[in-house]
């Protein structure tokens, strides 16, 4: 999976956001290290809306011009899937001694 | 700024993705301002990567969607290629001509130089005229004049004659058009002195006579006996503008102009090619031509009243003789890239129409009508450059297969190949197909319809409006066809009209010769001619194929044609009403060769010889317009011997017309011109060619026999080409000919569309109505009233298309009446023919469709329920 789709399916785990609020929480699980710009944010939830991952909300209450989205129960699957996968890679790692507290220790 | 910028680069997102996200992102930008240029460079980006996507699925989606239609992929694929073969084609021969650059340098500024007068327009001109040009005005640069010189010269290589042909020129002509020969030098001032005698030679020649040894330059070679000096050798095919041979051709030397060449002012005989001064167009310089004209005509009213120079842009030179055909094949090659549209088009919409159930579901899973349009867009587009792709390659052929042809009638100055504007072109039609042939059938594809389909998913639902769109594509496919089809009929016609116009001389069993020339020291004196003539004549009546055997100067069709003045005794002249006609001299069979009868007095007899009494035959025409109220026989005309001298000849003959030429039809106002005819004994010539009447059949053979003969009887004379009149006179009608090949092919590929087009629809329309010709013939509808109501339908249609054609045919043809000759635009029996031709098509077309409808079985008509 793309990694920025995994960072907007977290962005969306556990609140609905807007666009915007997105790419901020994005920036701050990253520590500032993923930065979506418009120009790649907005396809990528398109492409969700349309593989049915993400749902629409509709507009936030507070700003007409934003609008609100959180995650379907299908994009909850996908995005649980993906963290076990990664899980289990991180396992695999710590085994080889790429990464502290593996199993032989 | 940000926010316009922003803005802008939206509107190149897709519109869904506009309207749910666009308000979105540029809340976005606002909200975080940070970085702002790679923002929005980001947001480009990702606009370019949304179509590439889009783009690449629709492609992938296309081709998995054609891979299960070969059968309709291949015709419409093989349909695309007709359509943009033919017009990469026609257009590669635009190119080469209209749009490539000549191969001179400053081509742009170069011009010919032309003399108006009585005859028309026409490139040519007298030397001192081309200098007055020159010295009198402002306009002209420079000015070189070129001569195609009249005998071909001999050459000698290892004993044997070879004829060469070539150019004189004057010195500063090849520099002026920025030609400089590949080795040695070019001409300067100091070659035309008298007694200087220097050639350049071409590339081709310089490897066929001298094995390419660089050593030549400097040698010199002997052409009918003078020697002359190789200066320069030319680049390889080079090619040189010869005004006054009206084409740009390659040739085997140049040579000084001689120091004695004619500075007669009314010796209008040379090309002239000059250079505009800077900043000086073609109109500015013939206003200033006009006053010189006004001036020169004063002051040699002689030669020059009425007469008026000018100039022309080079390329005109090949360019206008061929520009009328060129413009009716481009408009009907684009008239068949538009049938062929339709016809894709109209399959299209079959296609895409009701039973495309796959299209409704897309619809019906949330795509919008936009969407589906684009897919159906890349599908064609797809179909479009795959037929280009074979178009090409068919084009390719084509070129190949008619460049003899094409090189006859454009005289060896372009060649004609793709290239990148041609391919191009080729794309560019790729884009106009692909959205004519795509969008139509889209007319048809409404909404509302796709729902409909849906719902009537079974049955396949006829929407009344698609088969609406349908019918009318195949009226613009019917009544496109009228009109090409009719004007490559009338073309037809009239070429048929002229290939067989009366020569006024049998056209069978004849076998000509090109003009051959006789070596130095024959050519010299007359007795040496006179024996010359004698003695071919001797050899070519022993063959045992030939029946009777003739020596000329002209003959019909021989290409060439000279005009003298032949005054009438007894009568004076001033200098508008001289006689002219045409001076042929002939050995006495010359007439019962050609099969020409001799009305009055007699024939010439081999007692016409040197020494006795000079006489003459004259052609109706000439004592129709030159002897009125005078007995022919025995009147006396003057007949020219050399500069301003006439001998008084004896009129013994009246000989009937021959024409010299099928095409050209001016003289005047006949296209007949008046001839006179002199015993060639009596007045022997260095130059002739040689025409037998065969006593068999076969030309082939006797023109091998008559090539032999010419070679044993003169060993010295190169070596002769023999032709028959037919293939002289094709040769004449060549560019009649390969114009009138391309429409009728044109033509016949525009009816096998229009034959594929109305199948399409009728078979449609059956499979549309199975169910209801399943209920009638249940209700004792018999086979011939099926039959005969799909035909009704079709023949509506096309009745309609015939209707639309007639009125675009007769604007069409009106537009070519000038190449039509005698024919009528309103040619009644072509317009009933193409009609008769059409409605046949579509009966042809509809055939297979309305028996398959008299066959229905009424049980299995209701299966399609």
Known sequence: ?105 | MRAFFARAILLGYPLEFRAQFGEEILDHLESDPRNAAAQLFDLLRGAIAMHLDTFGRDVSYALRRLRSAPLFVGIVILTFALGIGANVAVFSVFNALVLRPLPFAHAASLVVVESGGALGVLPAVSLPDASDMLTQGHSIADIGTVSTGSDAPTMLVGGKPFALDGIEVSPNYLAMLGIAPELGRGFTAADARPGVHNIIISDEMWRKYFGADPGVLGRAISLDGQPYRIVGILHPHQLLPLPNAEAIAPKDFVMVLPANSTRDRGARMYGAIAVLAPGISIQRANTELALISQRLARAYPLSNVGMSLSVAGLRDLVLQPVLTSLWIVFAAVIGILLITCANVGNMLAARWSSRDRELAIRRALGASTGRIARALLTETGILALIGAVVGVALAQITLQLLSGMIARVLSESVTIGLDLASLSYALAIVVVATLLAGLTPMLALRVGDLQLVLKSAGRGGDSSHGHWVRGALVVVEIALAIALVTVSGLMLRSFIDLVNTPLGIRTTGLVVTNEMTLPIGQRENATAQAAAARRILRHLQALPGVDAAALAVEYPEADMEFEETTPVFGRTYTRENAPWSTADYVSPGYFRVFGERILRGRAFTDADRAGSAPVAIVNERFVAKYLQGLNPIGARVGVVRGPSSHRWTTIVGVVSNERLSITTDTFGDSPVSPELFTPLAQAPQASFSAIVHTRSGDATTVGREVQLAVAQALPSVPPVQTYTIGERIANDTVQARLTTTLLLSLGLIALLLALSGIFGVASFSVTQRVHEFGVRITHGATSTAIVADVLRRILVTTSIGVACGLILAACAASAIVAQLGTISPFDPLTFATVVALIFLTAILASLQPALRASRVEPAESLRYE
């Open chain 1, 1 to 105: 999976m793309n990694p920025r789709v995994f960072y907007i399916l977290l962005s969306l785990a556990q609140e609905e956001r807007h666009g915007y609020a997105i790419a901020k929480a994005v920036e701050s699980i990253t520590d500032g290290a993923v930065r979506l710009t418009p120009g790649t944010l907005y396809p990528l939830m398109r492409q969700l809306l349309l593989d049915g991952w993400i749902v629409e909300l509709g507009e936030d209450a507070h700003d007409p011009r934003r609008r609100r989205y959180r995650l379907s129960a299908l994009g909850r699957r996908v995005a649980q899937a993906e963290s076990r996968r990664l899980d289990a890679l991180v396992q695999v790692a710590r085994s080889f001694d790429l990464l502290p507290g593996g199993g032989r220790a």
